[in-house]
């Protein structure tokens, strides 16, 4: 059964999009005073308390005793994502994180084929070989999967597609141990990517998209993640 997140999980959730996503707080602003920011979030001080307690846990904010609540000067987007792995909220199960790769990645994909320069190709074709190998010598592969599926979001030039992978690496890692002895999963892992880079090392951008989106549903699929 999923886990229900708790009220004070989501109010930091909502405060951290405030400083990543709205760019309303930055790095070393003022947060409003707990009256205010409380009122505005309609929650309650003492839950307020505790999604502030979350994020300075997790590097996000700190406070400055007789001065208030900061965003830390060093917070970036970066580290703020890699902070998700620490609450509540981000500790969602393979269906969630799959799910976030089916709606992203296939796009990614897409535009890394059309945008990936010659060097950033053979990149992300070495990946894929090596992946191939490590599943050939029965060795871990966590390691060369992420790289293969970070190589082709920077291919894609967008900053936004690349700070999401700290959070695709959730998905990679899980996915990587639950198929660790499952020959179908490997078998599909195999042939997906060899289809992928087919796809890419031709500069073809909607065959790319399918079969990235191939990919994530057979794993979703011998996974039982549905």
Known sequence: MKQMKRLSDNIAEDILSMITIEERFLPGDKLPNEIELSEELQISRTTLREAIRILVTNGVLEIKRGKGTFVKKEVDLHDTMQSLN????????????????????????????????????????????????????????????????????????????????????????????????????????????????????????EGARSAMKIHILHAMKDLRIE
């Open 86 to 205: 620490g609450l509540s909220h981000a500790r969602i199960n393979a269906k969630d994180l799959y799910e976030m790769r089916l709606i992203f990645e296939p796009e990614a994909a897409y535009y890394a084929t059309l945008r990936a320069s010659d060097a950033e190709l053979s990149r992300i074709l070495e990946y894929g070989n090596q992946i191939e190998q490590k599943i050939d010598q029965g060795e871990d592969r966590t390691d060369v999967e992420q790289k293969f599926h970070k190589s082709i979001a920077k291919a894609t030039h967008n900053e936004f597609i690349d700070k999401l992978m700290p959070v695709v690496f959730q998905a990679i890692d899980k996915g990587v141990q639950l198929s660790q002895k499952n020959e179908q999963v490997v078998k599909d892992t195999l042939n997906d990517h060899k289809l992928i880079m087919e796809f890419m090392k031709a500069r073809n951008p």
